[in-house]
């Protein structure tokens, strides 16, 4: 019998190898496939923007109680020792500058990350360039995955502060080399509006599911499971990028073409307007999220659970918003600026009527309104930052997302930290108030991208280049991508058609023709 168990498990083992291996072989088979690696690609970026949001989000039910109890240890050990003394006279305000000292310690902590991704990214965005995409992806998730362990076992402020802000340093470079390698697989610009949509719908998830999983898991399990479980989770997308990806075998970046500098796309007008609407249209959601609860409980007189539950509701329509975008975009691209101008507005006039509401029910409208609004902005702007890099700069996307994800984190950096003093020293009416006057003061400026669908594109030296024949490895791909696709990608309007490339034939033709007839006339 024992023999024959043996023997049993012997077969179910190569059973289970042969499988594996041809599952792997499946998987090889369709990175070959570009549609399929495009395909595989964007679900790794896309768990790596859900992780990233939801180390983001997952610390708001968990931070202020576990501080909590930590301050409390030490107020009593406080207590303690002036009792000890005899001077116990002072315990009410010792007790308010404990109060105090939390509550600027969660800011700053919530805070944290956002500032160093700010630092960062920069850095990043000019060393995604130089690279290529998949190794700063990779470099990006190893971070998180270290410091996600290092804030689950951390157990003072200093090293949950430290933890929280290495947090930033690979998002920095996560987010970036994501975002820019969707852009990059993705050059029709309906394909691109849709795939940087998916990937929007997966940051919207990743905010708004983080805060009751990570309060469910800390009620029932404790402070280190939720991190433990994200940690797991950013270790298996490390693994795929490995496997699947395998950044250290793709010798594309070898030749790649030397993008343009951060400094020089920040000076571009076009994508100035595009990151100040970015981060203005985030602004209501970054100040709220640390100011709403206490105002909810003080006005509303909310349970724990409609607190918990706020911004839960508001992910259906931040999805349709991304779904209604992404079909309006593909019938009529030239409208991206207004449909990004509609969703400032939406934000602007939500954002002003959330004071009003009385009870919980009538919250959850303005909230869903502000989140259908960003999902207008968000999901019309991105894509019109790699078309505004196509058609003025190098078709190298690391630094333009950089200034995009600079652009969010200048909202998240501010909203722990200035919300706060705006509502002690305003109030909660004149802080929604203002941030809804900003974006619909600033949607007029989107104006100015009206006519970007007009613009031609660049038209390089690398572009001769490329028509006269493959020089190295990264122009032999590109030459064989341009004879797999159809030439010029789709767009509606007066848009000039062009290939993937930036490169305009009619353009080219009507060069050669001028260089051919002077020639005859000499």
Same mark, same amino acid.
């Given at each position: 019998?024992?023999?024959?168990?043996?023997?049993?498990?012997?077969?179910?083992?190569?059973?289970?190898?042969?499988?594996?291996?041809?599952?792997?072989?499946?998987l090889?088979?369709?990175?070959?496939?570009?549609?399929?690696?495009?395909?595989i690609?964007?679900?790794?970026?896309?768990?790596?923007?859900?992780?990233?949001?939801?180390?983001?989000?997952?610390?708001?039910?968990?931070?202020?109680?576990?501080?909590?109890?930590?301050?409390?240890?030490?107020?009593?050990h406080v207590?303690?020792?002036?009792?000890?003394?005899?001077?116990a006279?002072?315990?009410?305000?010792?007790?308010?500058?404990?109060?105090?000292?939390l509550?600027?310690?969660?800011g700053?902590?919530?805070?944290?990350?956002?500032?160093?991704?700010l630092?960062?990214?920069?850095?990043?965005?000019?060393?995604?360039?130089?690279?290529?995409?998949?190794?700063?992806l990779?470099?990006?998730?190893?971070?998180m995955?270290?410091?996600?362990?290092?804030f689950?076992?951390?157990?003072n402020?200093?090293?949950l502060f430290?933890?929280?802000?290495?947090?930033?340093?690979?998002?920095?470079?996560?987010?970036?080399?994501?975002?820019?390698?969707? $852009?990059? =697989?993705?050059t *029709?610009?309906?394909?691109?509006?849709? +795939? &940087? /949509?998916?990937?929007?719908?997966?940051? !919207?998830?990743?905010?708004?599911?983080?805060?009751?999983?990570?309060?469910?898991?800390y009620?029932?399990?404790?402070?280190?499971?939720?991190?433990?479980?994200?940690?797991c989770?950013?270790?298996?997308?490390g693994?795929?990028?490995?496997?699947?990806?395998?950044?250290?075998?793709?010798?594309?970046?070898?030749?790649?073409?030397?993008?343009?500098?951060?400094?020089?796309?920040?000076?571009?007008?076009?994508?100035?307007?595009?990151?100040?609407?970015?981060?203005?249209?985030n602004?209501?959601?970054?100040?709220?999220?640390?100011?709403?609860?206490?105002?909810?409980?003080?006005?509303?007189?909310?349970s724990q659970?409609?607190?918990g539950?706020?911004?839960?509701?508001?992910f259906?329509?931040h999805?349709?918003?991304?779904?209604?975008?992404?079909?309006? $975009?593909? =019938?009529?691209? *030239?409208?991206?600026?207004?449909?990004? +101008? &509609? /969703?400032?507005?939406?934000?602007?006039? !939500?954002?002003?009527?959330?004071p009003?509401?009385?009870?919980?029910?009538?919250?959850i409208?303005?909230?869903?309104g502000?989140?259908?609004?960003?999902?207008?902005?968000d999901?019309?702007l991105?894509?019109?930052?790699?078309?505004?890099?196509?058609?003025?700069?190098?078709?190298?996307?690391?630094?333009?997302?950089?200034?995009?994800?600079?652009?969010?984190?200048?909202?998240?950096?501010?909203?722990?930290?200035?919300?706060?003093?705006?509502?002690?020293?305003?109030?909660?009416?004149?802080?929604?108030?203002?941030?809804?006057?900003?974006?619909?003061?600033?949607?007029p400026?989107?104006?100015?991208?009206?006519?970007?669908?007009?613009?031609?594109?660049?038209?390089?030296?690398?572009d001769?280049?490329?028509?006269?024949?493959?020089?190295?490895?990264?122009?032999?791909?590109?030459? *064989?991508?341009?004879?797999?696709?159809?030439?010029?990608?789709?767009?509606?309007?007066?848009?000039v058609?062009?290939?993937?490339?930036?490169?305009?034939p009619?353009?080219?033709?009507?060069?050669?023709?001028?260089?051919?007839?002077?020639?005859?006339?000499?």
């Amino acid at each position: 019998m024992d023999g024959d168990g043996a023997s049993g498990l012997a077969k179910s083992a190569a059973v289970k190898l042969s499988e594996m291996g041809e599952r792997t072989k499946q998987l090889g088979t369709a990175m070959r496939d570009p549609h399929q690696q495009r395909r595989i690609i964007l679900v790794i970026v896309c768990v790596a923007l859900l992780l990233d949001n939801m180390l983001y989000m997952v610390i708001v039910p968990i931070i202020p109680d576990y501080l909590a109890e930590l301050e409390s240890e030490q107020s009593e050990h406080v207590h303690a020792v002036m009792h000890a003394d005899g001077s116990a006279g002072n315990s009410t305000s010792q007790d308010k500058s404990f109060k105090d000292n939390l509550d600027v310690q969660i800011g700053v902590l919530f805070a944290s990350k956002a500032i160093l991704q700010l630092l960062v990214n920069p850095l990043s965005g000019t060393f995604i360039d130089r690279v290529g995409y998949d190794i700063p992806l990779l470099i990006g998730l190893s971070v998180m995955f270290v410091s996600t362990c290092i804030f689950a076992f951390g157990e003072n402020y200093a090293t949950l502060f430290a933890a929280r802000s290495l947090q930033g340093v690979g998002s920095a470079f996560a987010d970036t080399s994501g975002i820019a390698m969707i $852009a990059d =697989k993705y050059t *029709e610009e309906s394909e691109r509006s849709t +795939a &940087l /949509g998916i990937a929007l719908a997966f940051i !919207s998830f990743g905010s708004l599911v983080a805060p009751p999983f990570g309060g469910v898991l800390y009620e029932f399990a404790g402070k280190r499971v939720p991190f433990i479980v994200l940690a797991c989770i950013c270790l298996a997308d490390g693994f795929l990028v490995l496997t699947v990806i395998k950044p250290f075998s793709n010798r594309t970046r070898e030749n790649m073409p030397v993008g343009t500098p951060i400094y020089r796309l920040m000076i571009d007008p076009y994508i100035a307007v595009v990151a100040g609407a970015l981060t203005v249209c985030n602004i209501p959601l970054a100040f709220l999220e640390p100011t709403i609860a206490n105002w909810m409980e003080s006005t509303m007189h909310s349970s724990q659970w409609e607190v918990g539950l706020t911004w839960l509701p508001a992910f259906f329509p931040h999805v349709l918003g991304v779904y209604i975008t992404v079909k309006l $975009a593909s =019938k009529n691209p *030239e409208l991206q600026w207004f449909y990004g +101008a &509609l /969703g400032m507005v939406i934000i602007g006039a !939500s954002s002003c009527t959330v004071p009003a509401c009385k009870t919980f029910g009538q919250l959850i409208a303005p909230l869903c309104g502000i989140c259908f609004g960003i999902a207008l902005v968000d999901t019309a702007l991105l894509p019109t930052l790699a078309f505004l890099v196509d058609v003025r700069h190098v078709s190298v996307y690391g630094s333009v997302y950089a200034i995009a994800d600079i652009s969010y984190s200048v909202a998240y950096a501010m909203g722990p930290i200035v919300a706060g003093q705006i509502v002690h020293t305003l109030g909660f009416v004149q802080l929604n108030l203002g941030m809804g006057l900003v974006n619909v003061l600033y949607a007029p400026a989107l104006l100015l991208l009206r006519n970007v669908c007009q613009m031609k594109p660049s038209y390089s030296e690398r572009d001769n280049l490329l028509e006269e024949g493959p020089q190295g490895l990264y122009d032999t791909i590109k030459m *064989e991508e341009r004879r797999a696709k159809k030439k010029g990608y789709s767009s509606a309007g007066n848009c000039v058609s062009v290939d993937e490339n930036g490169f305009d034939p009619f353009r080219a033709q009507r060069s050669l023709s001028e260089e051919s007839s002077g020639a005859e006339f000499t």
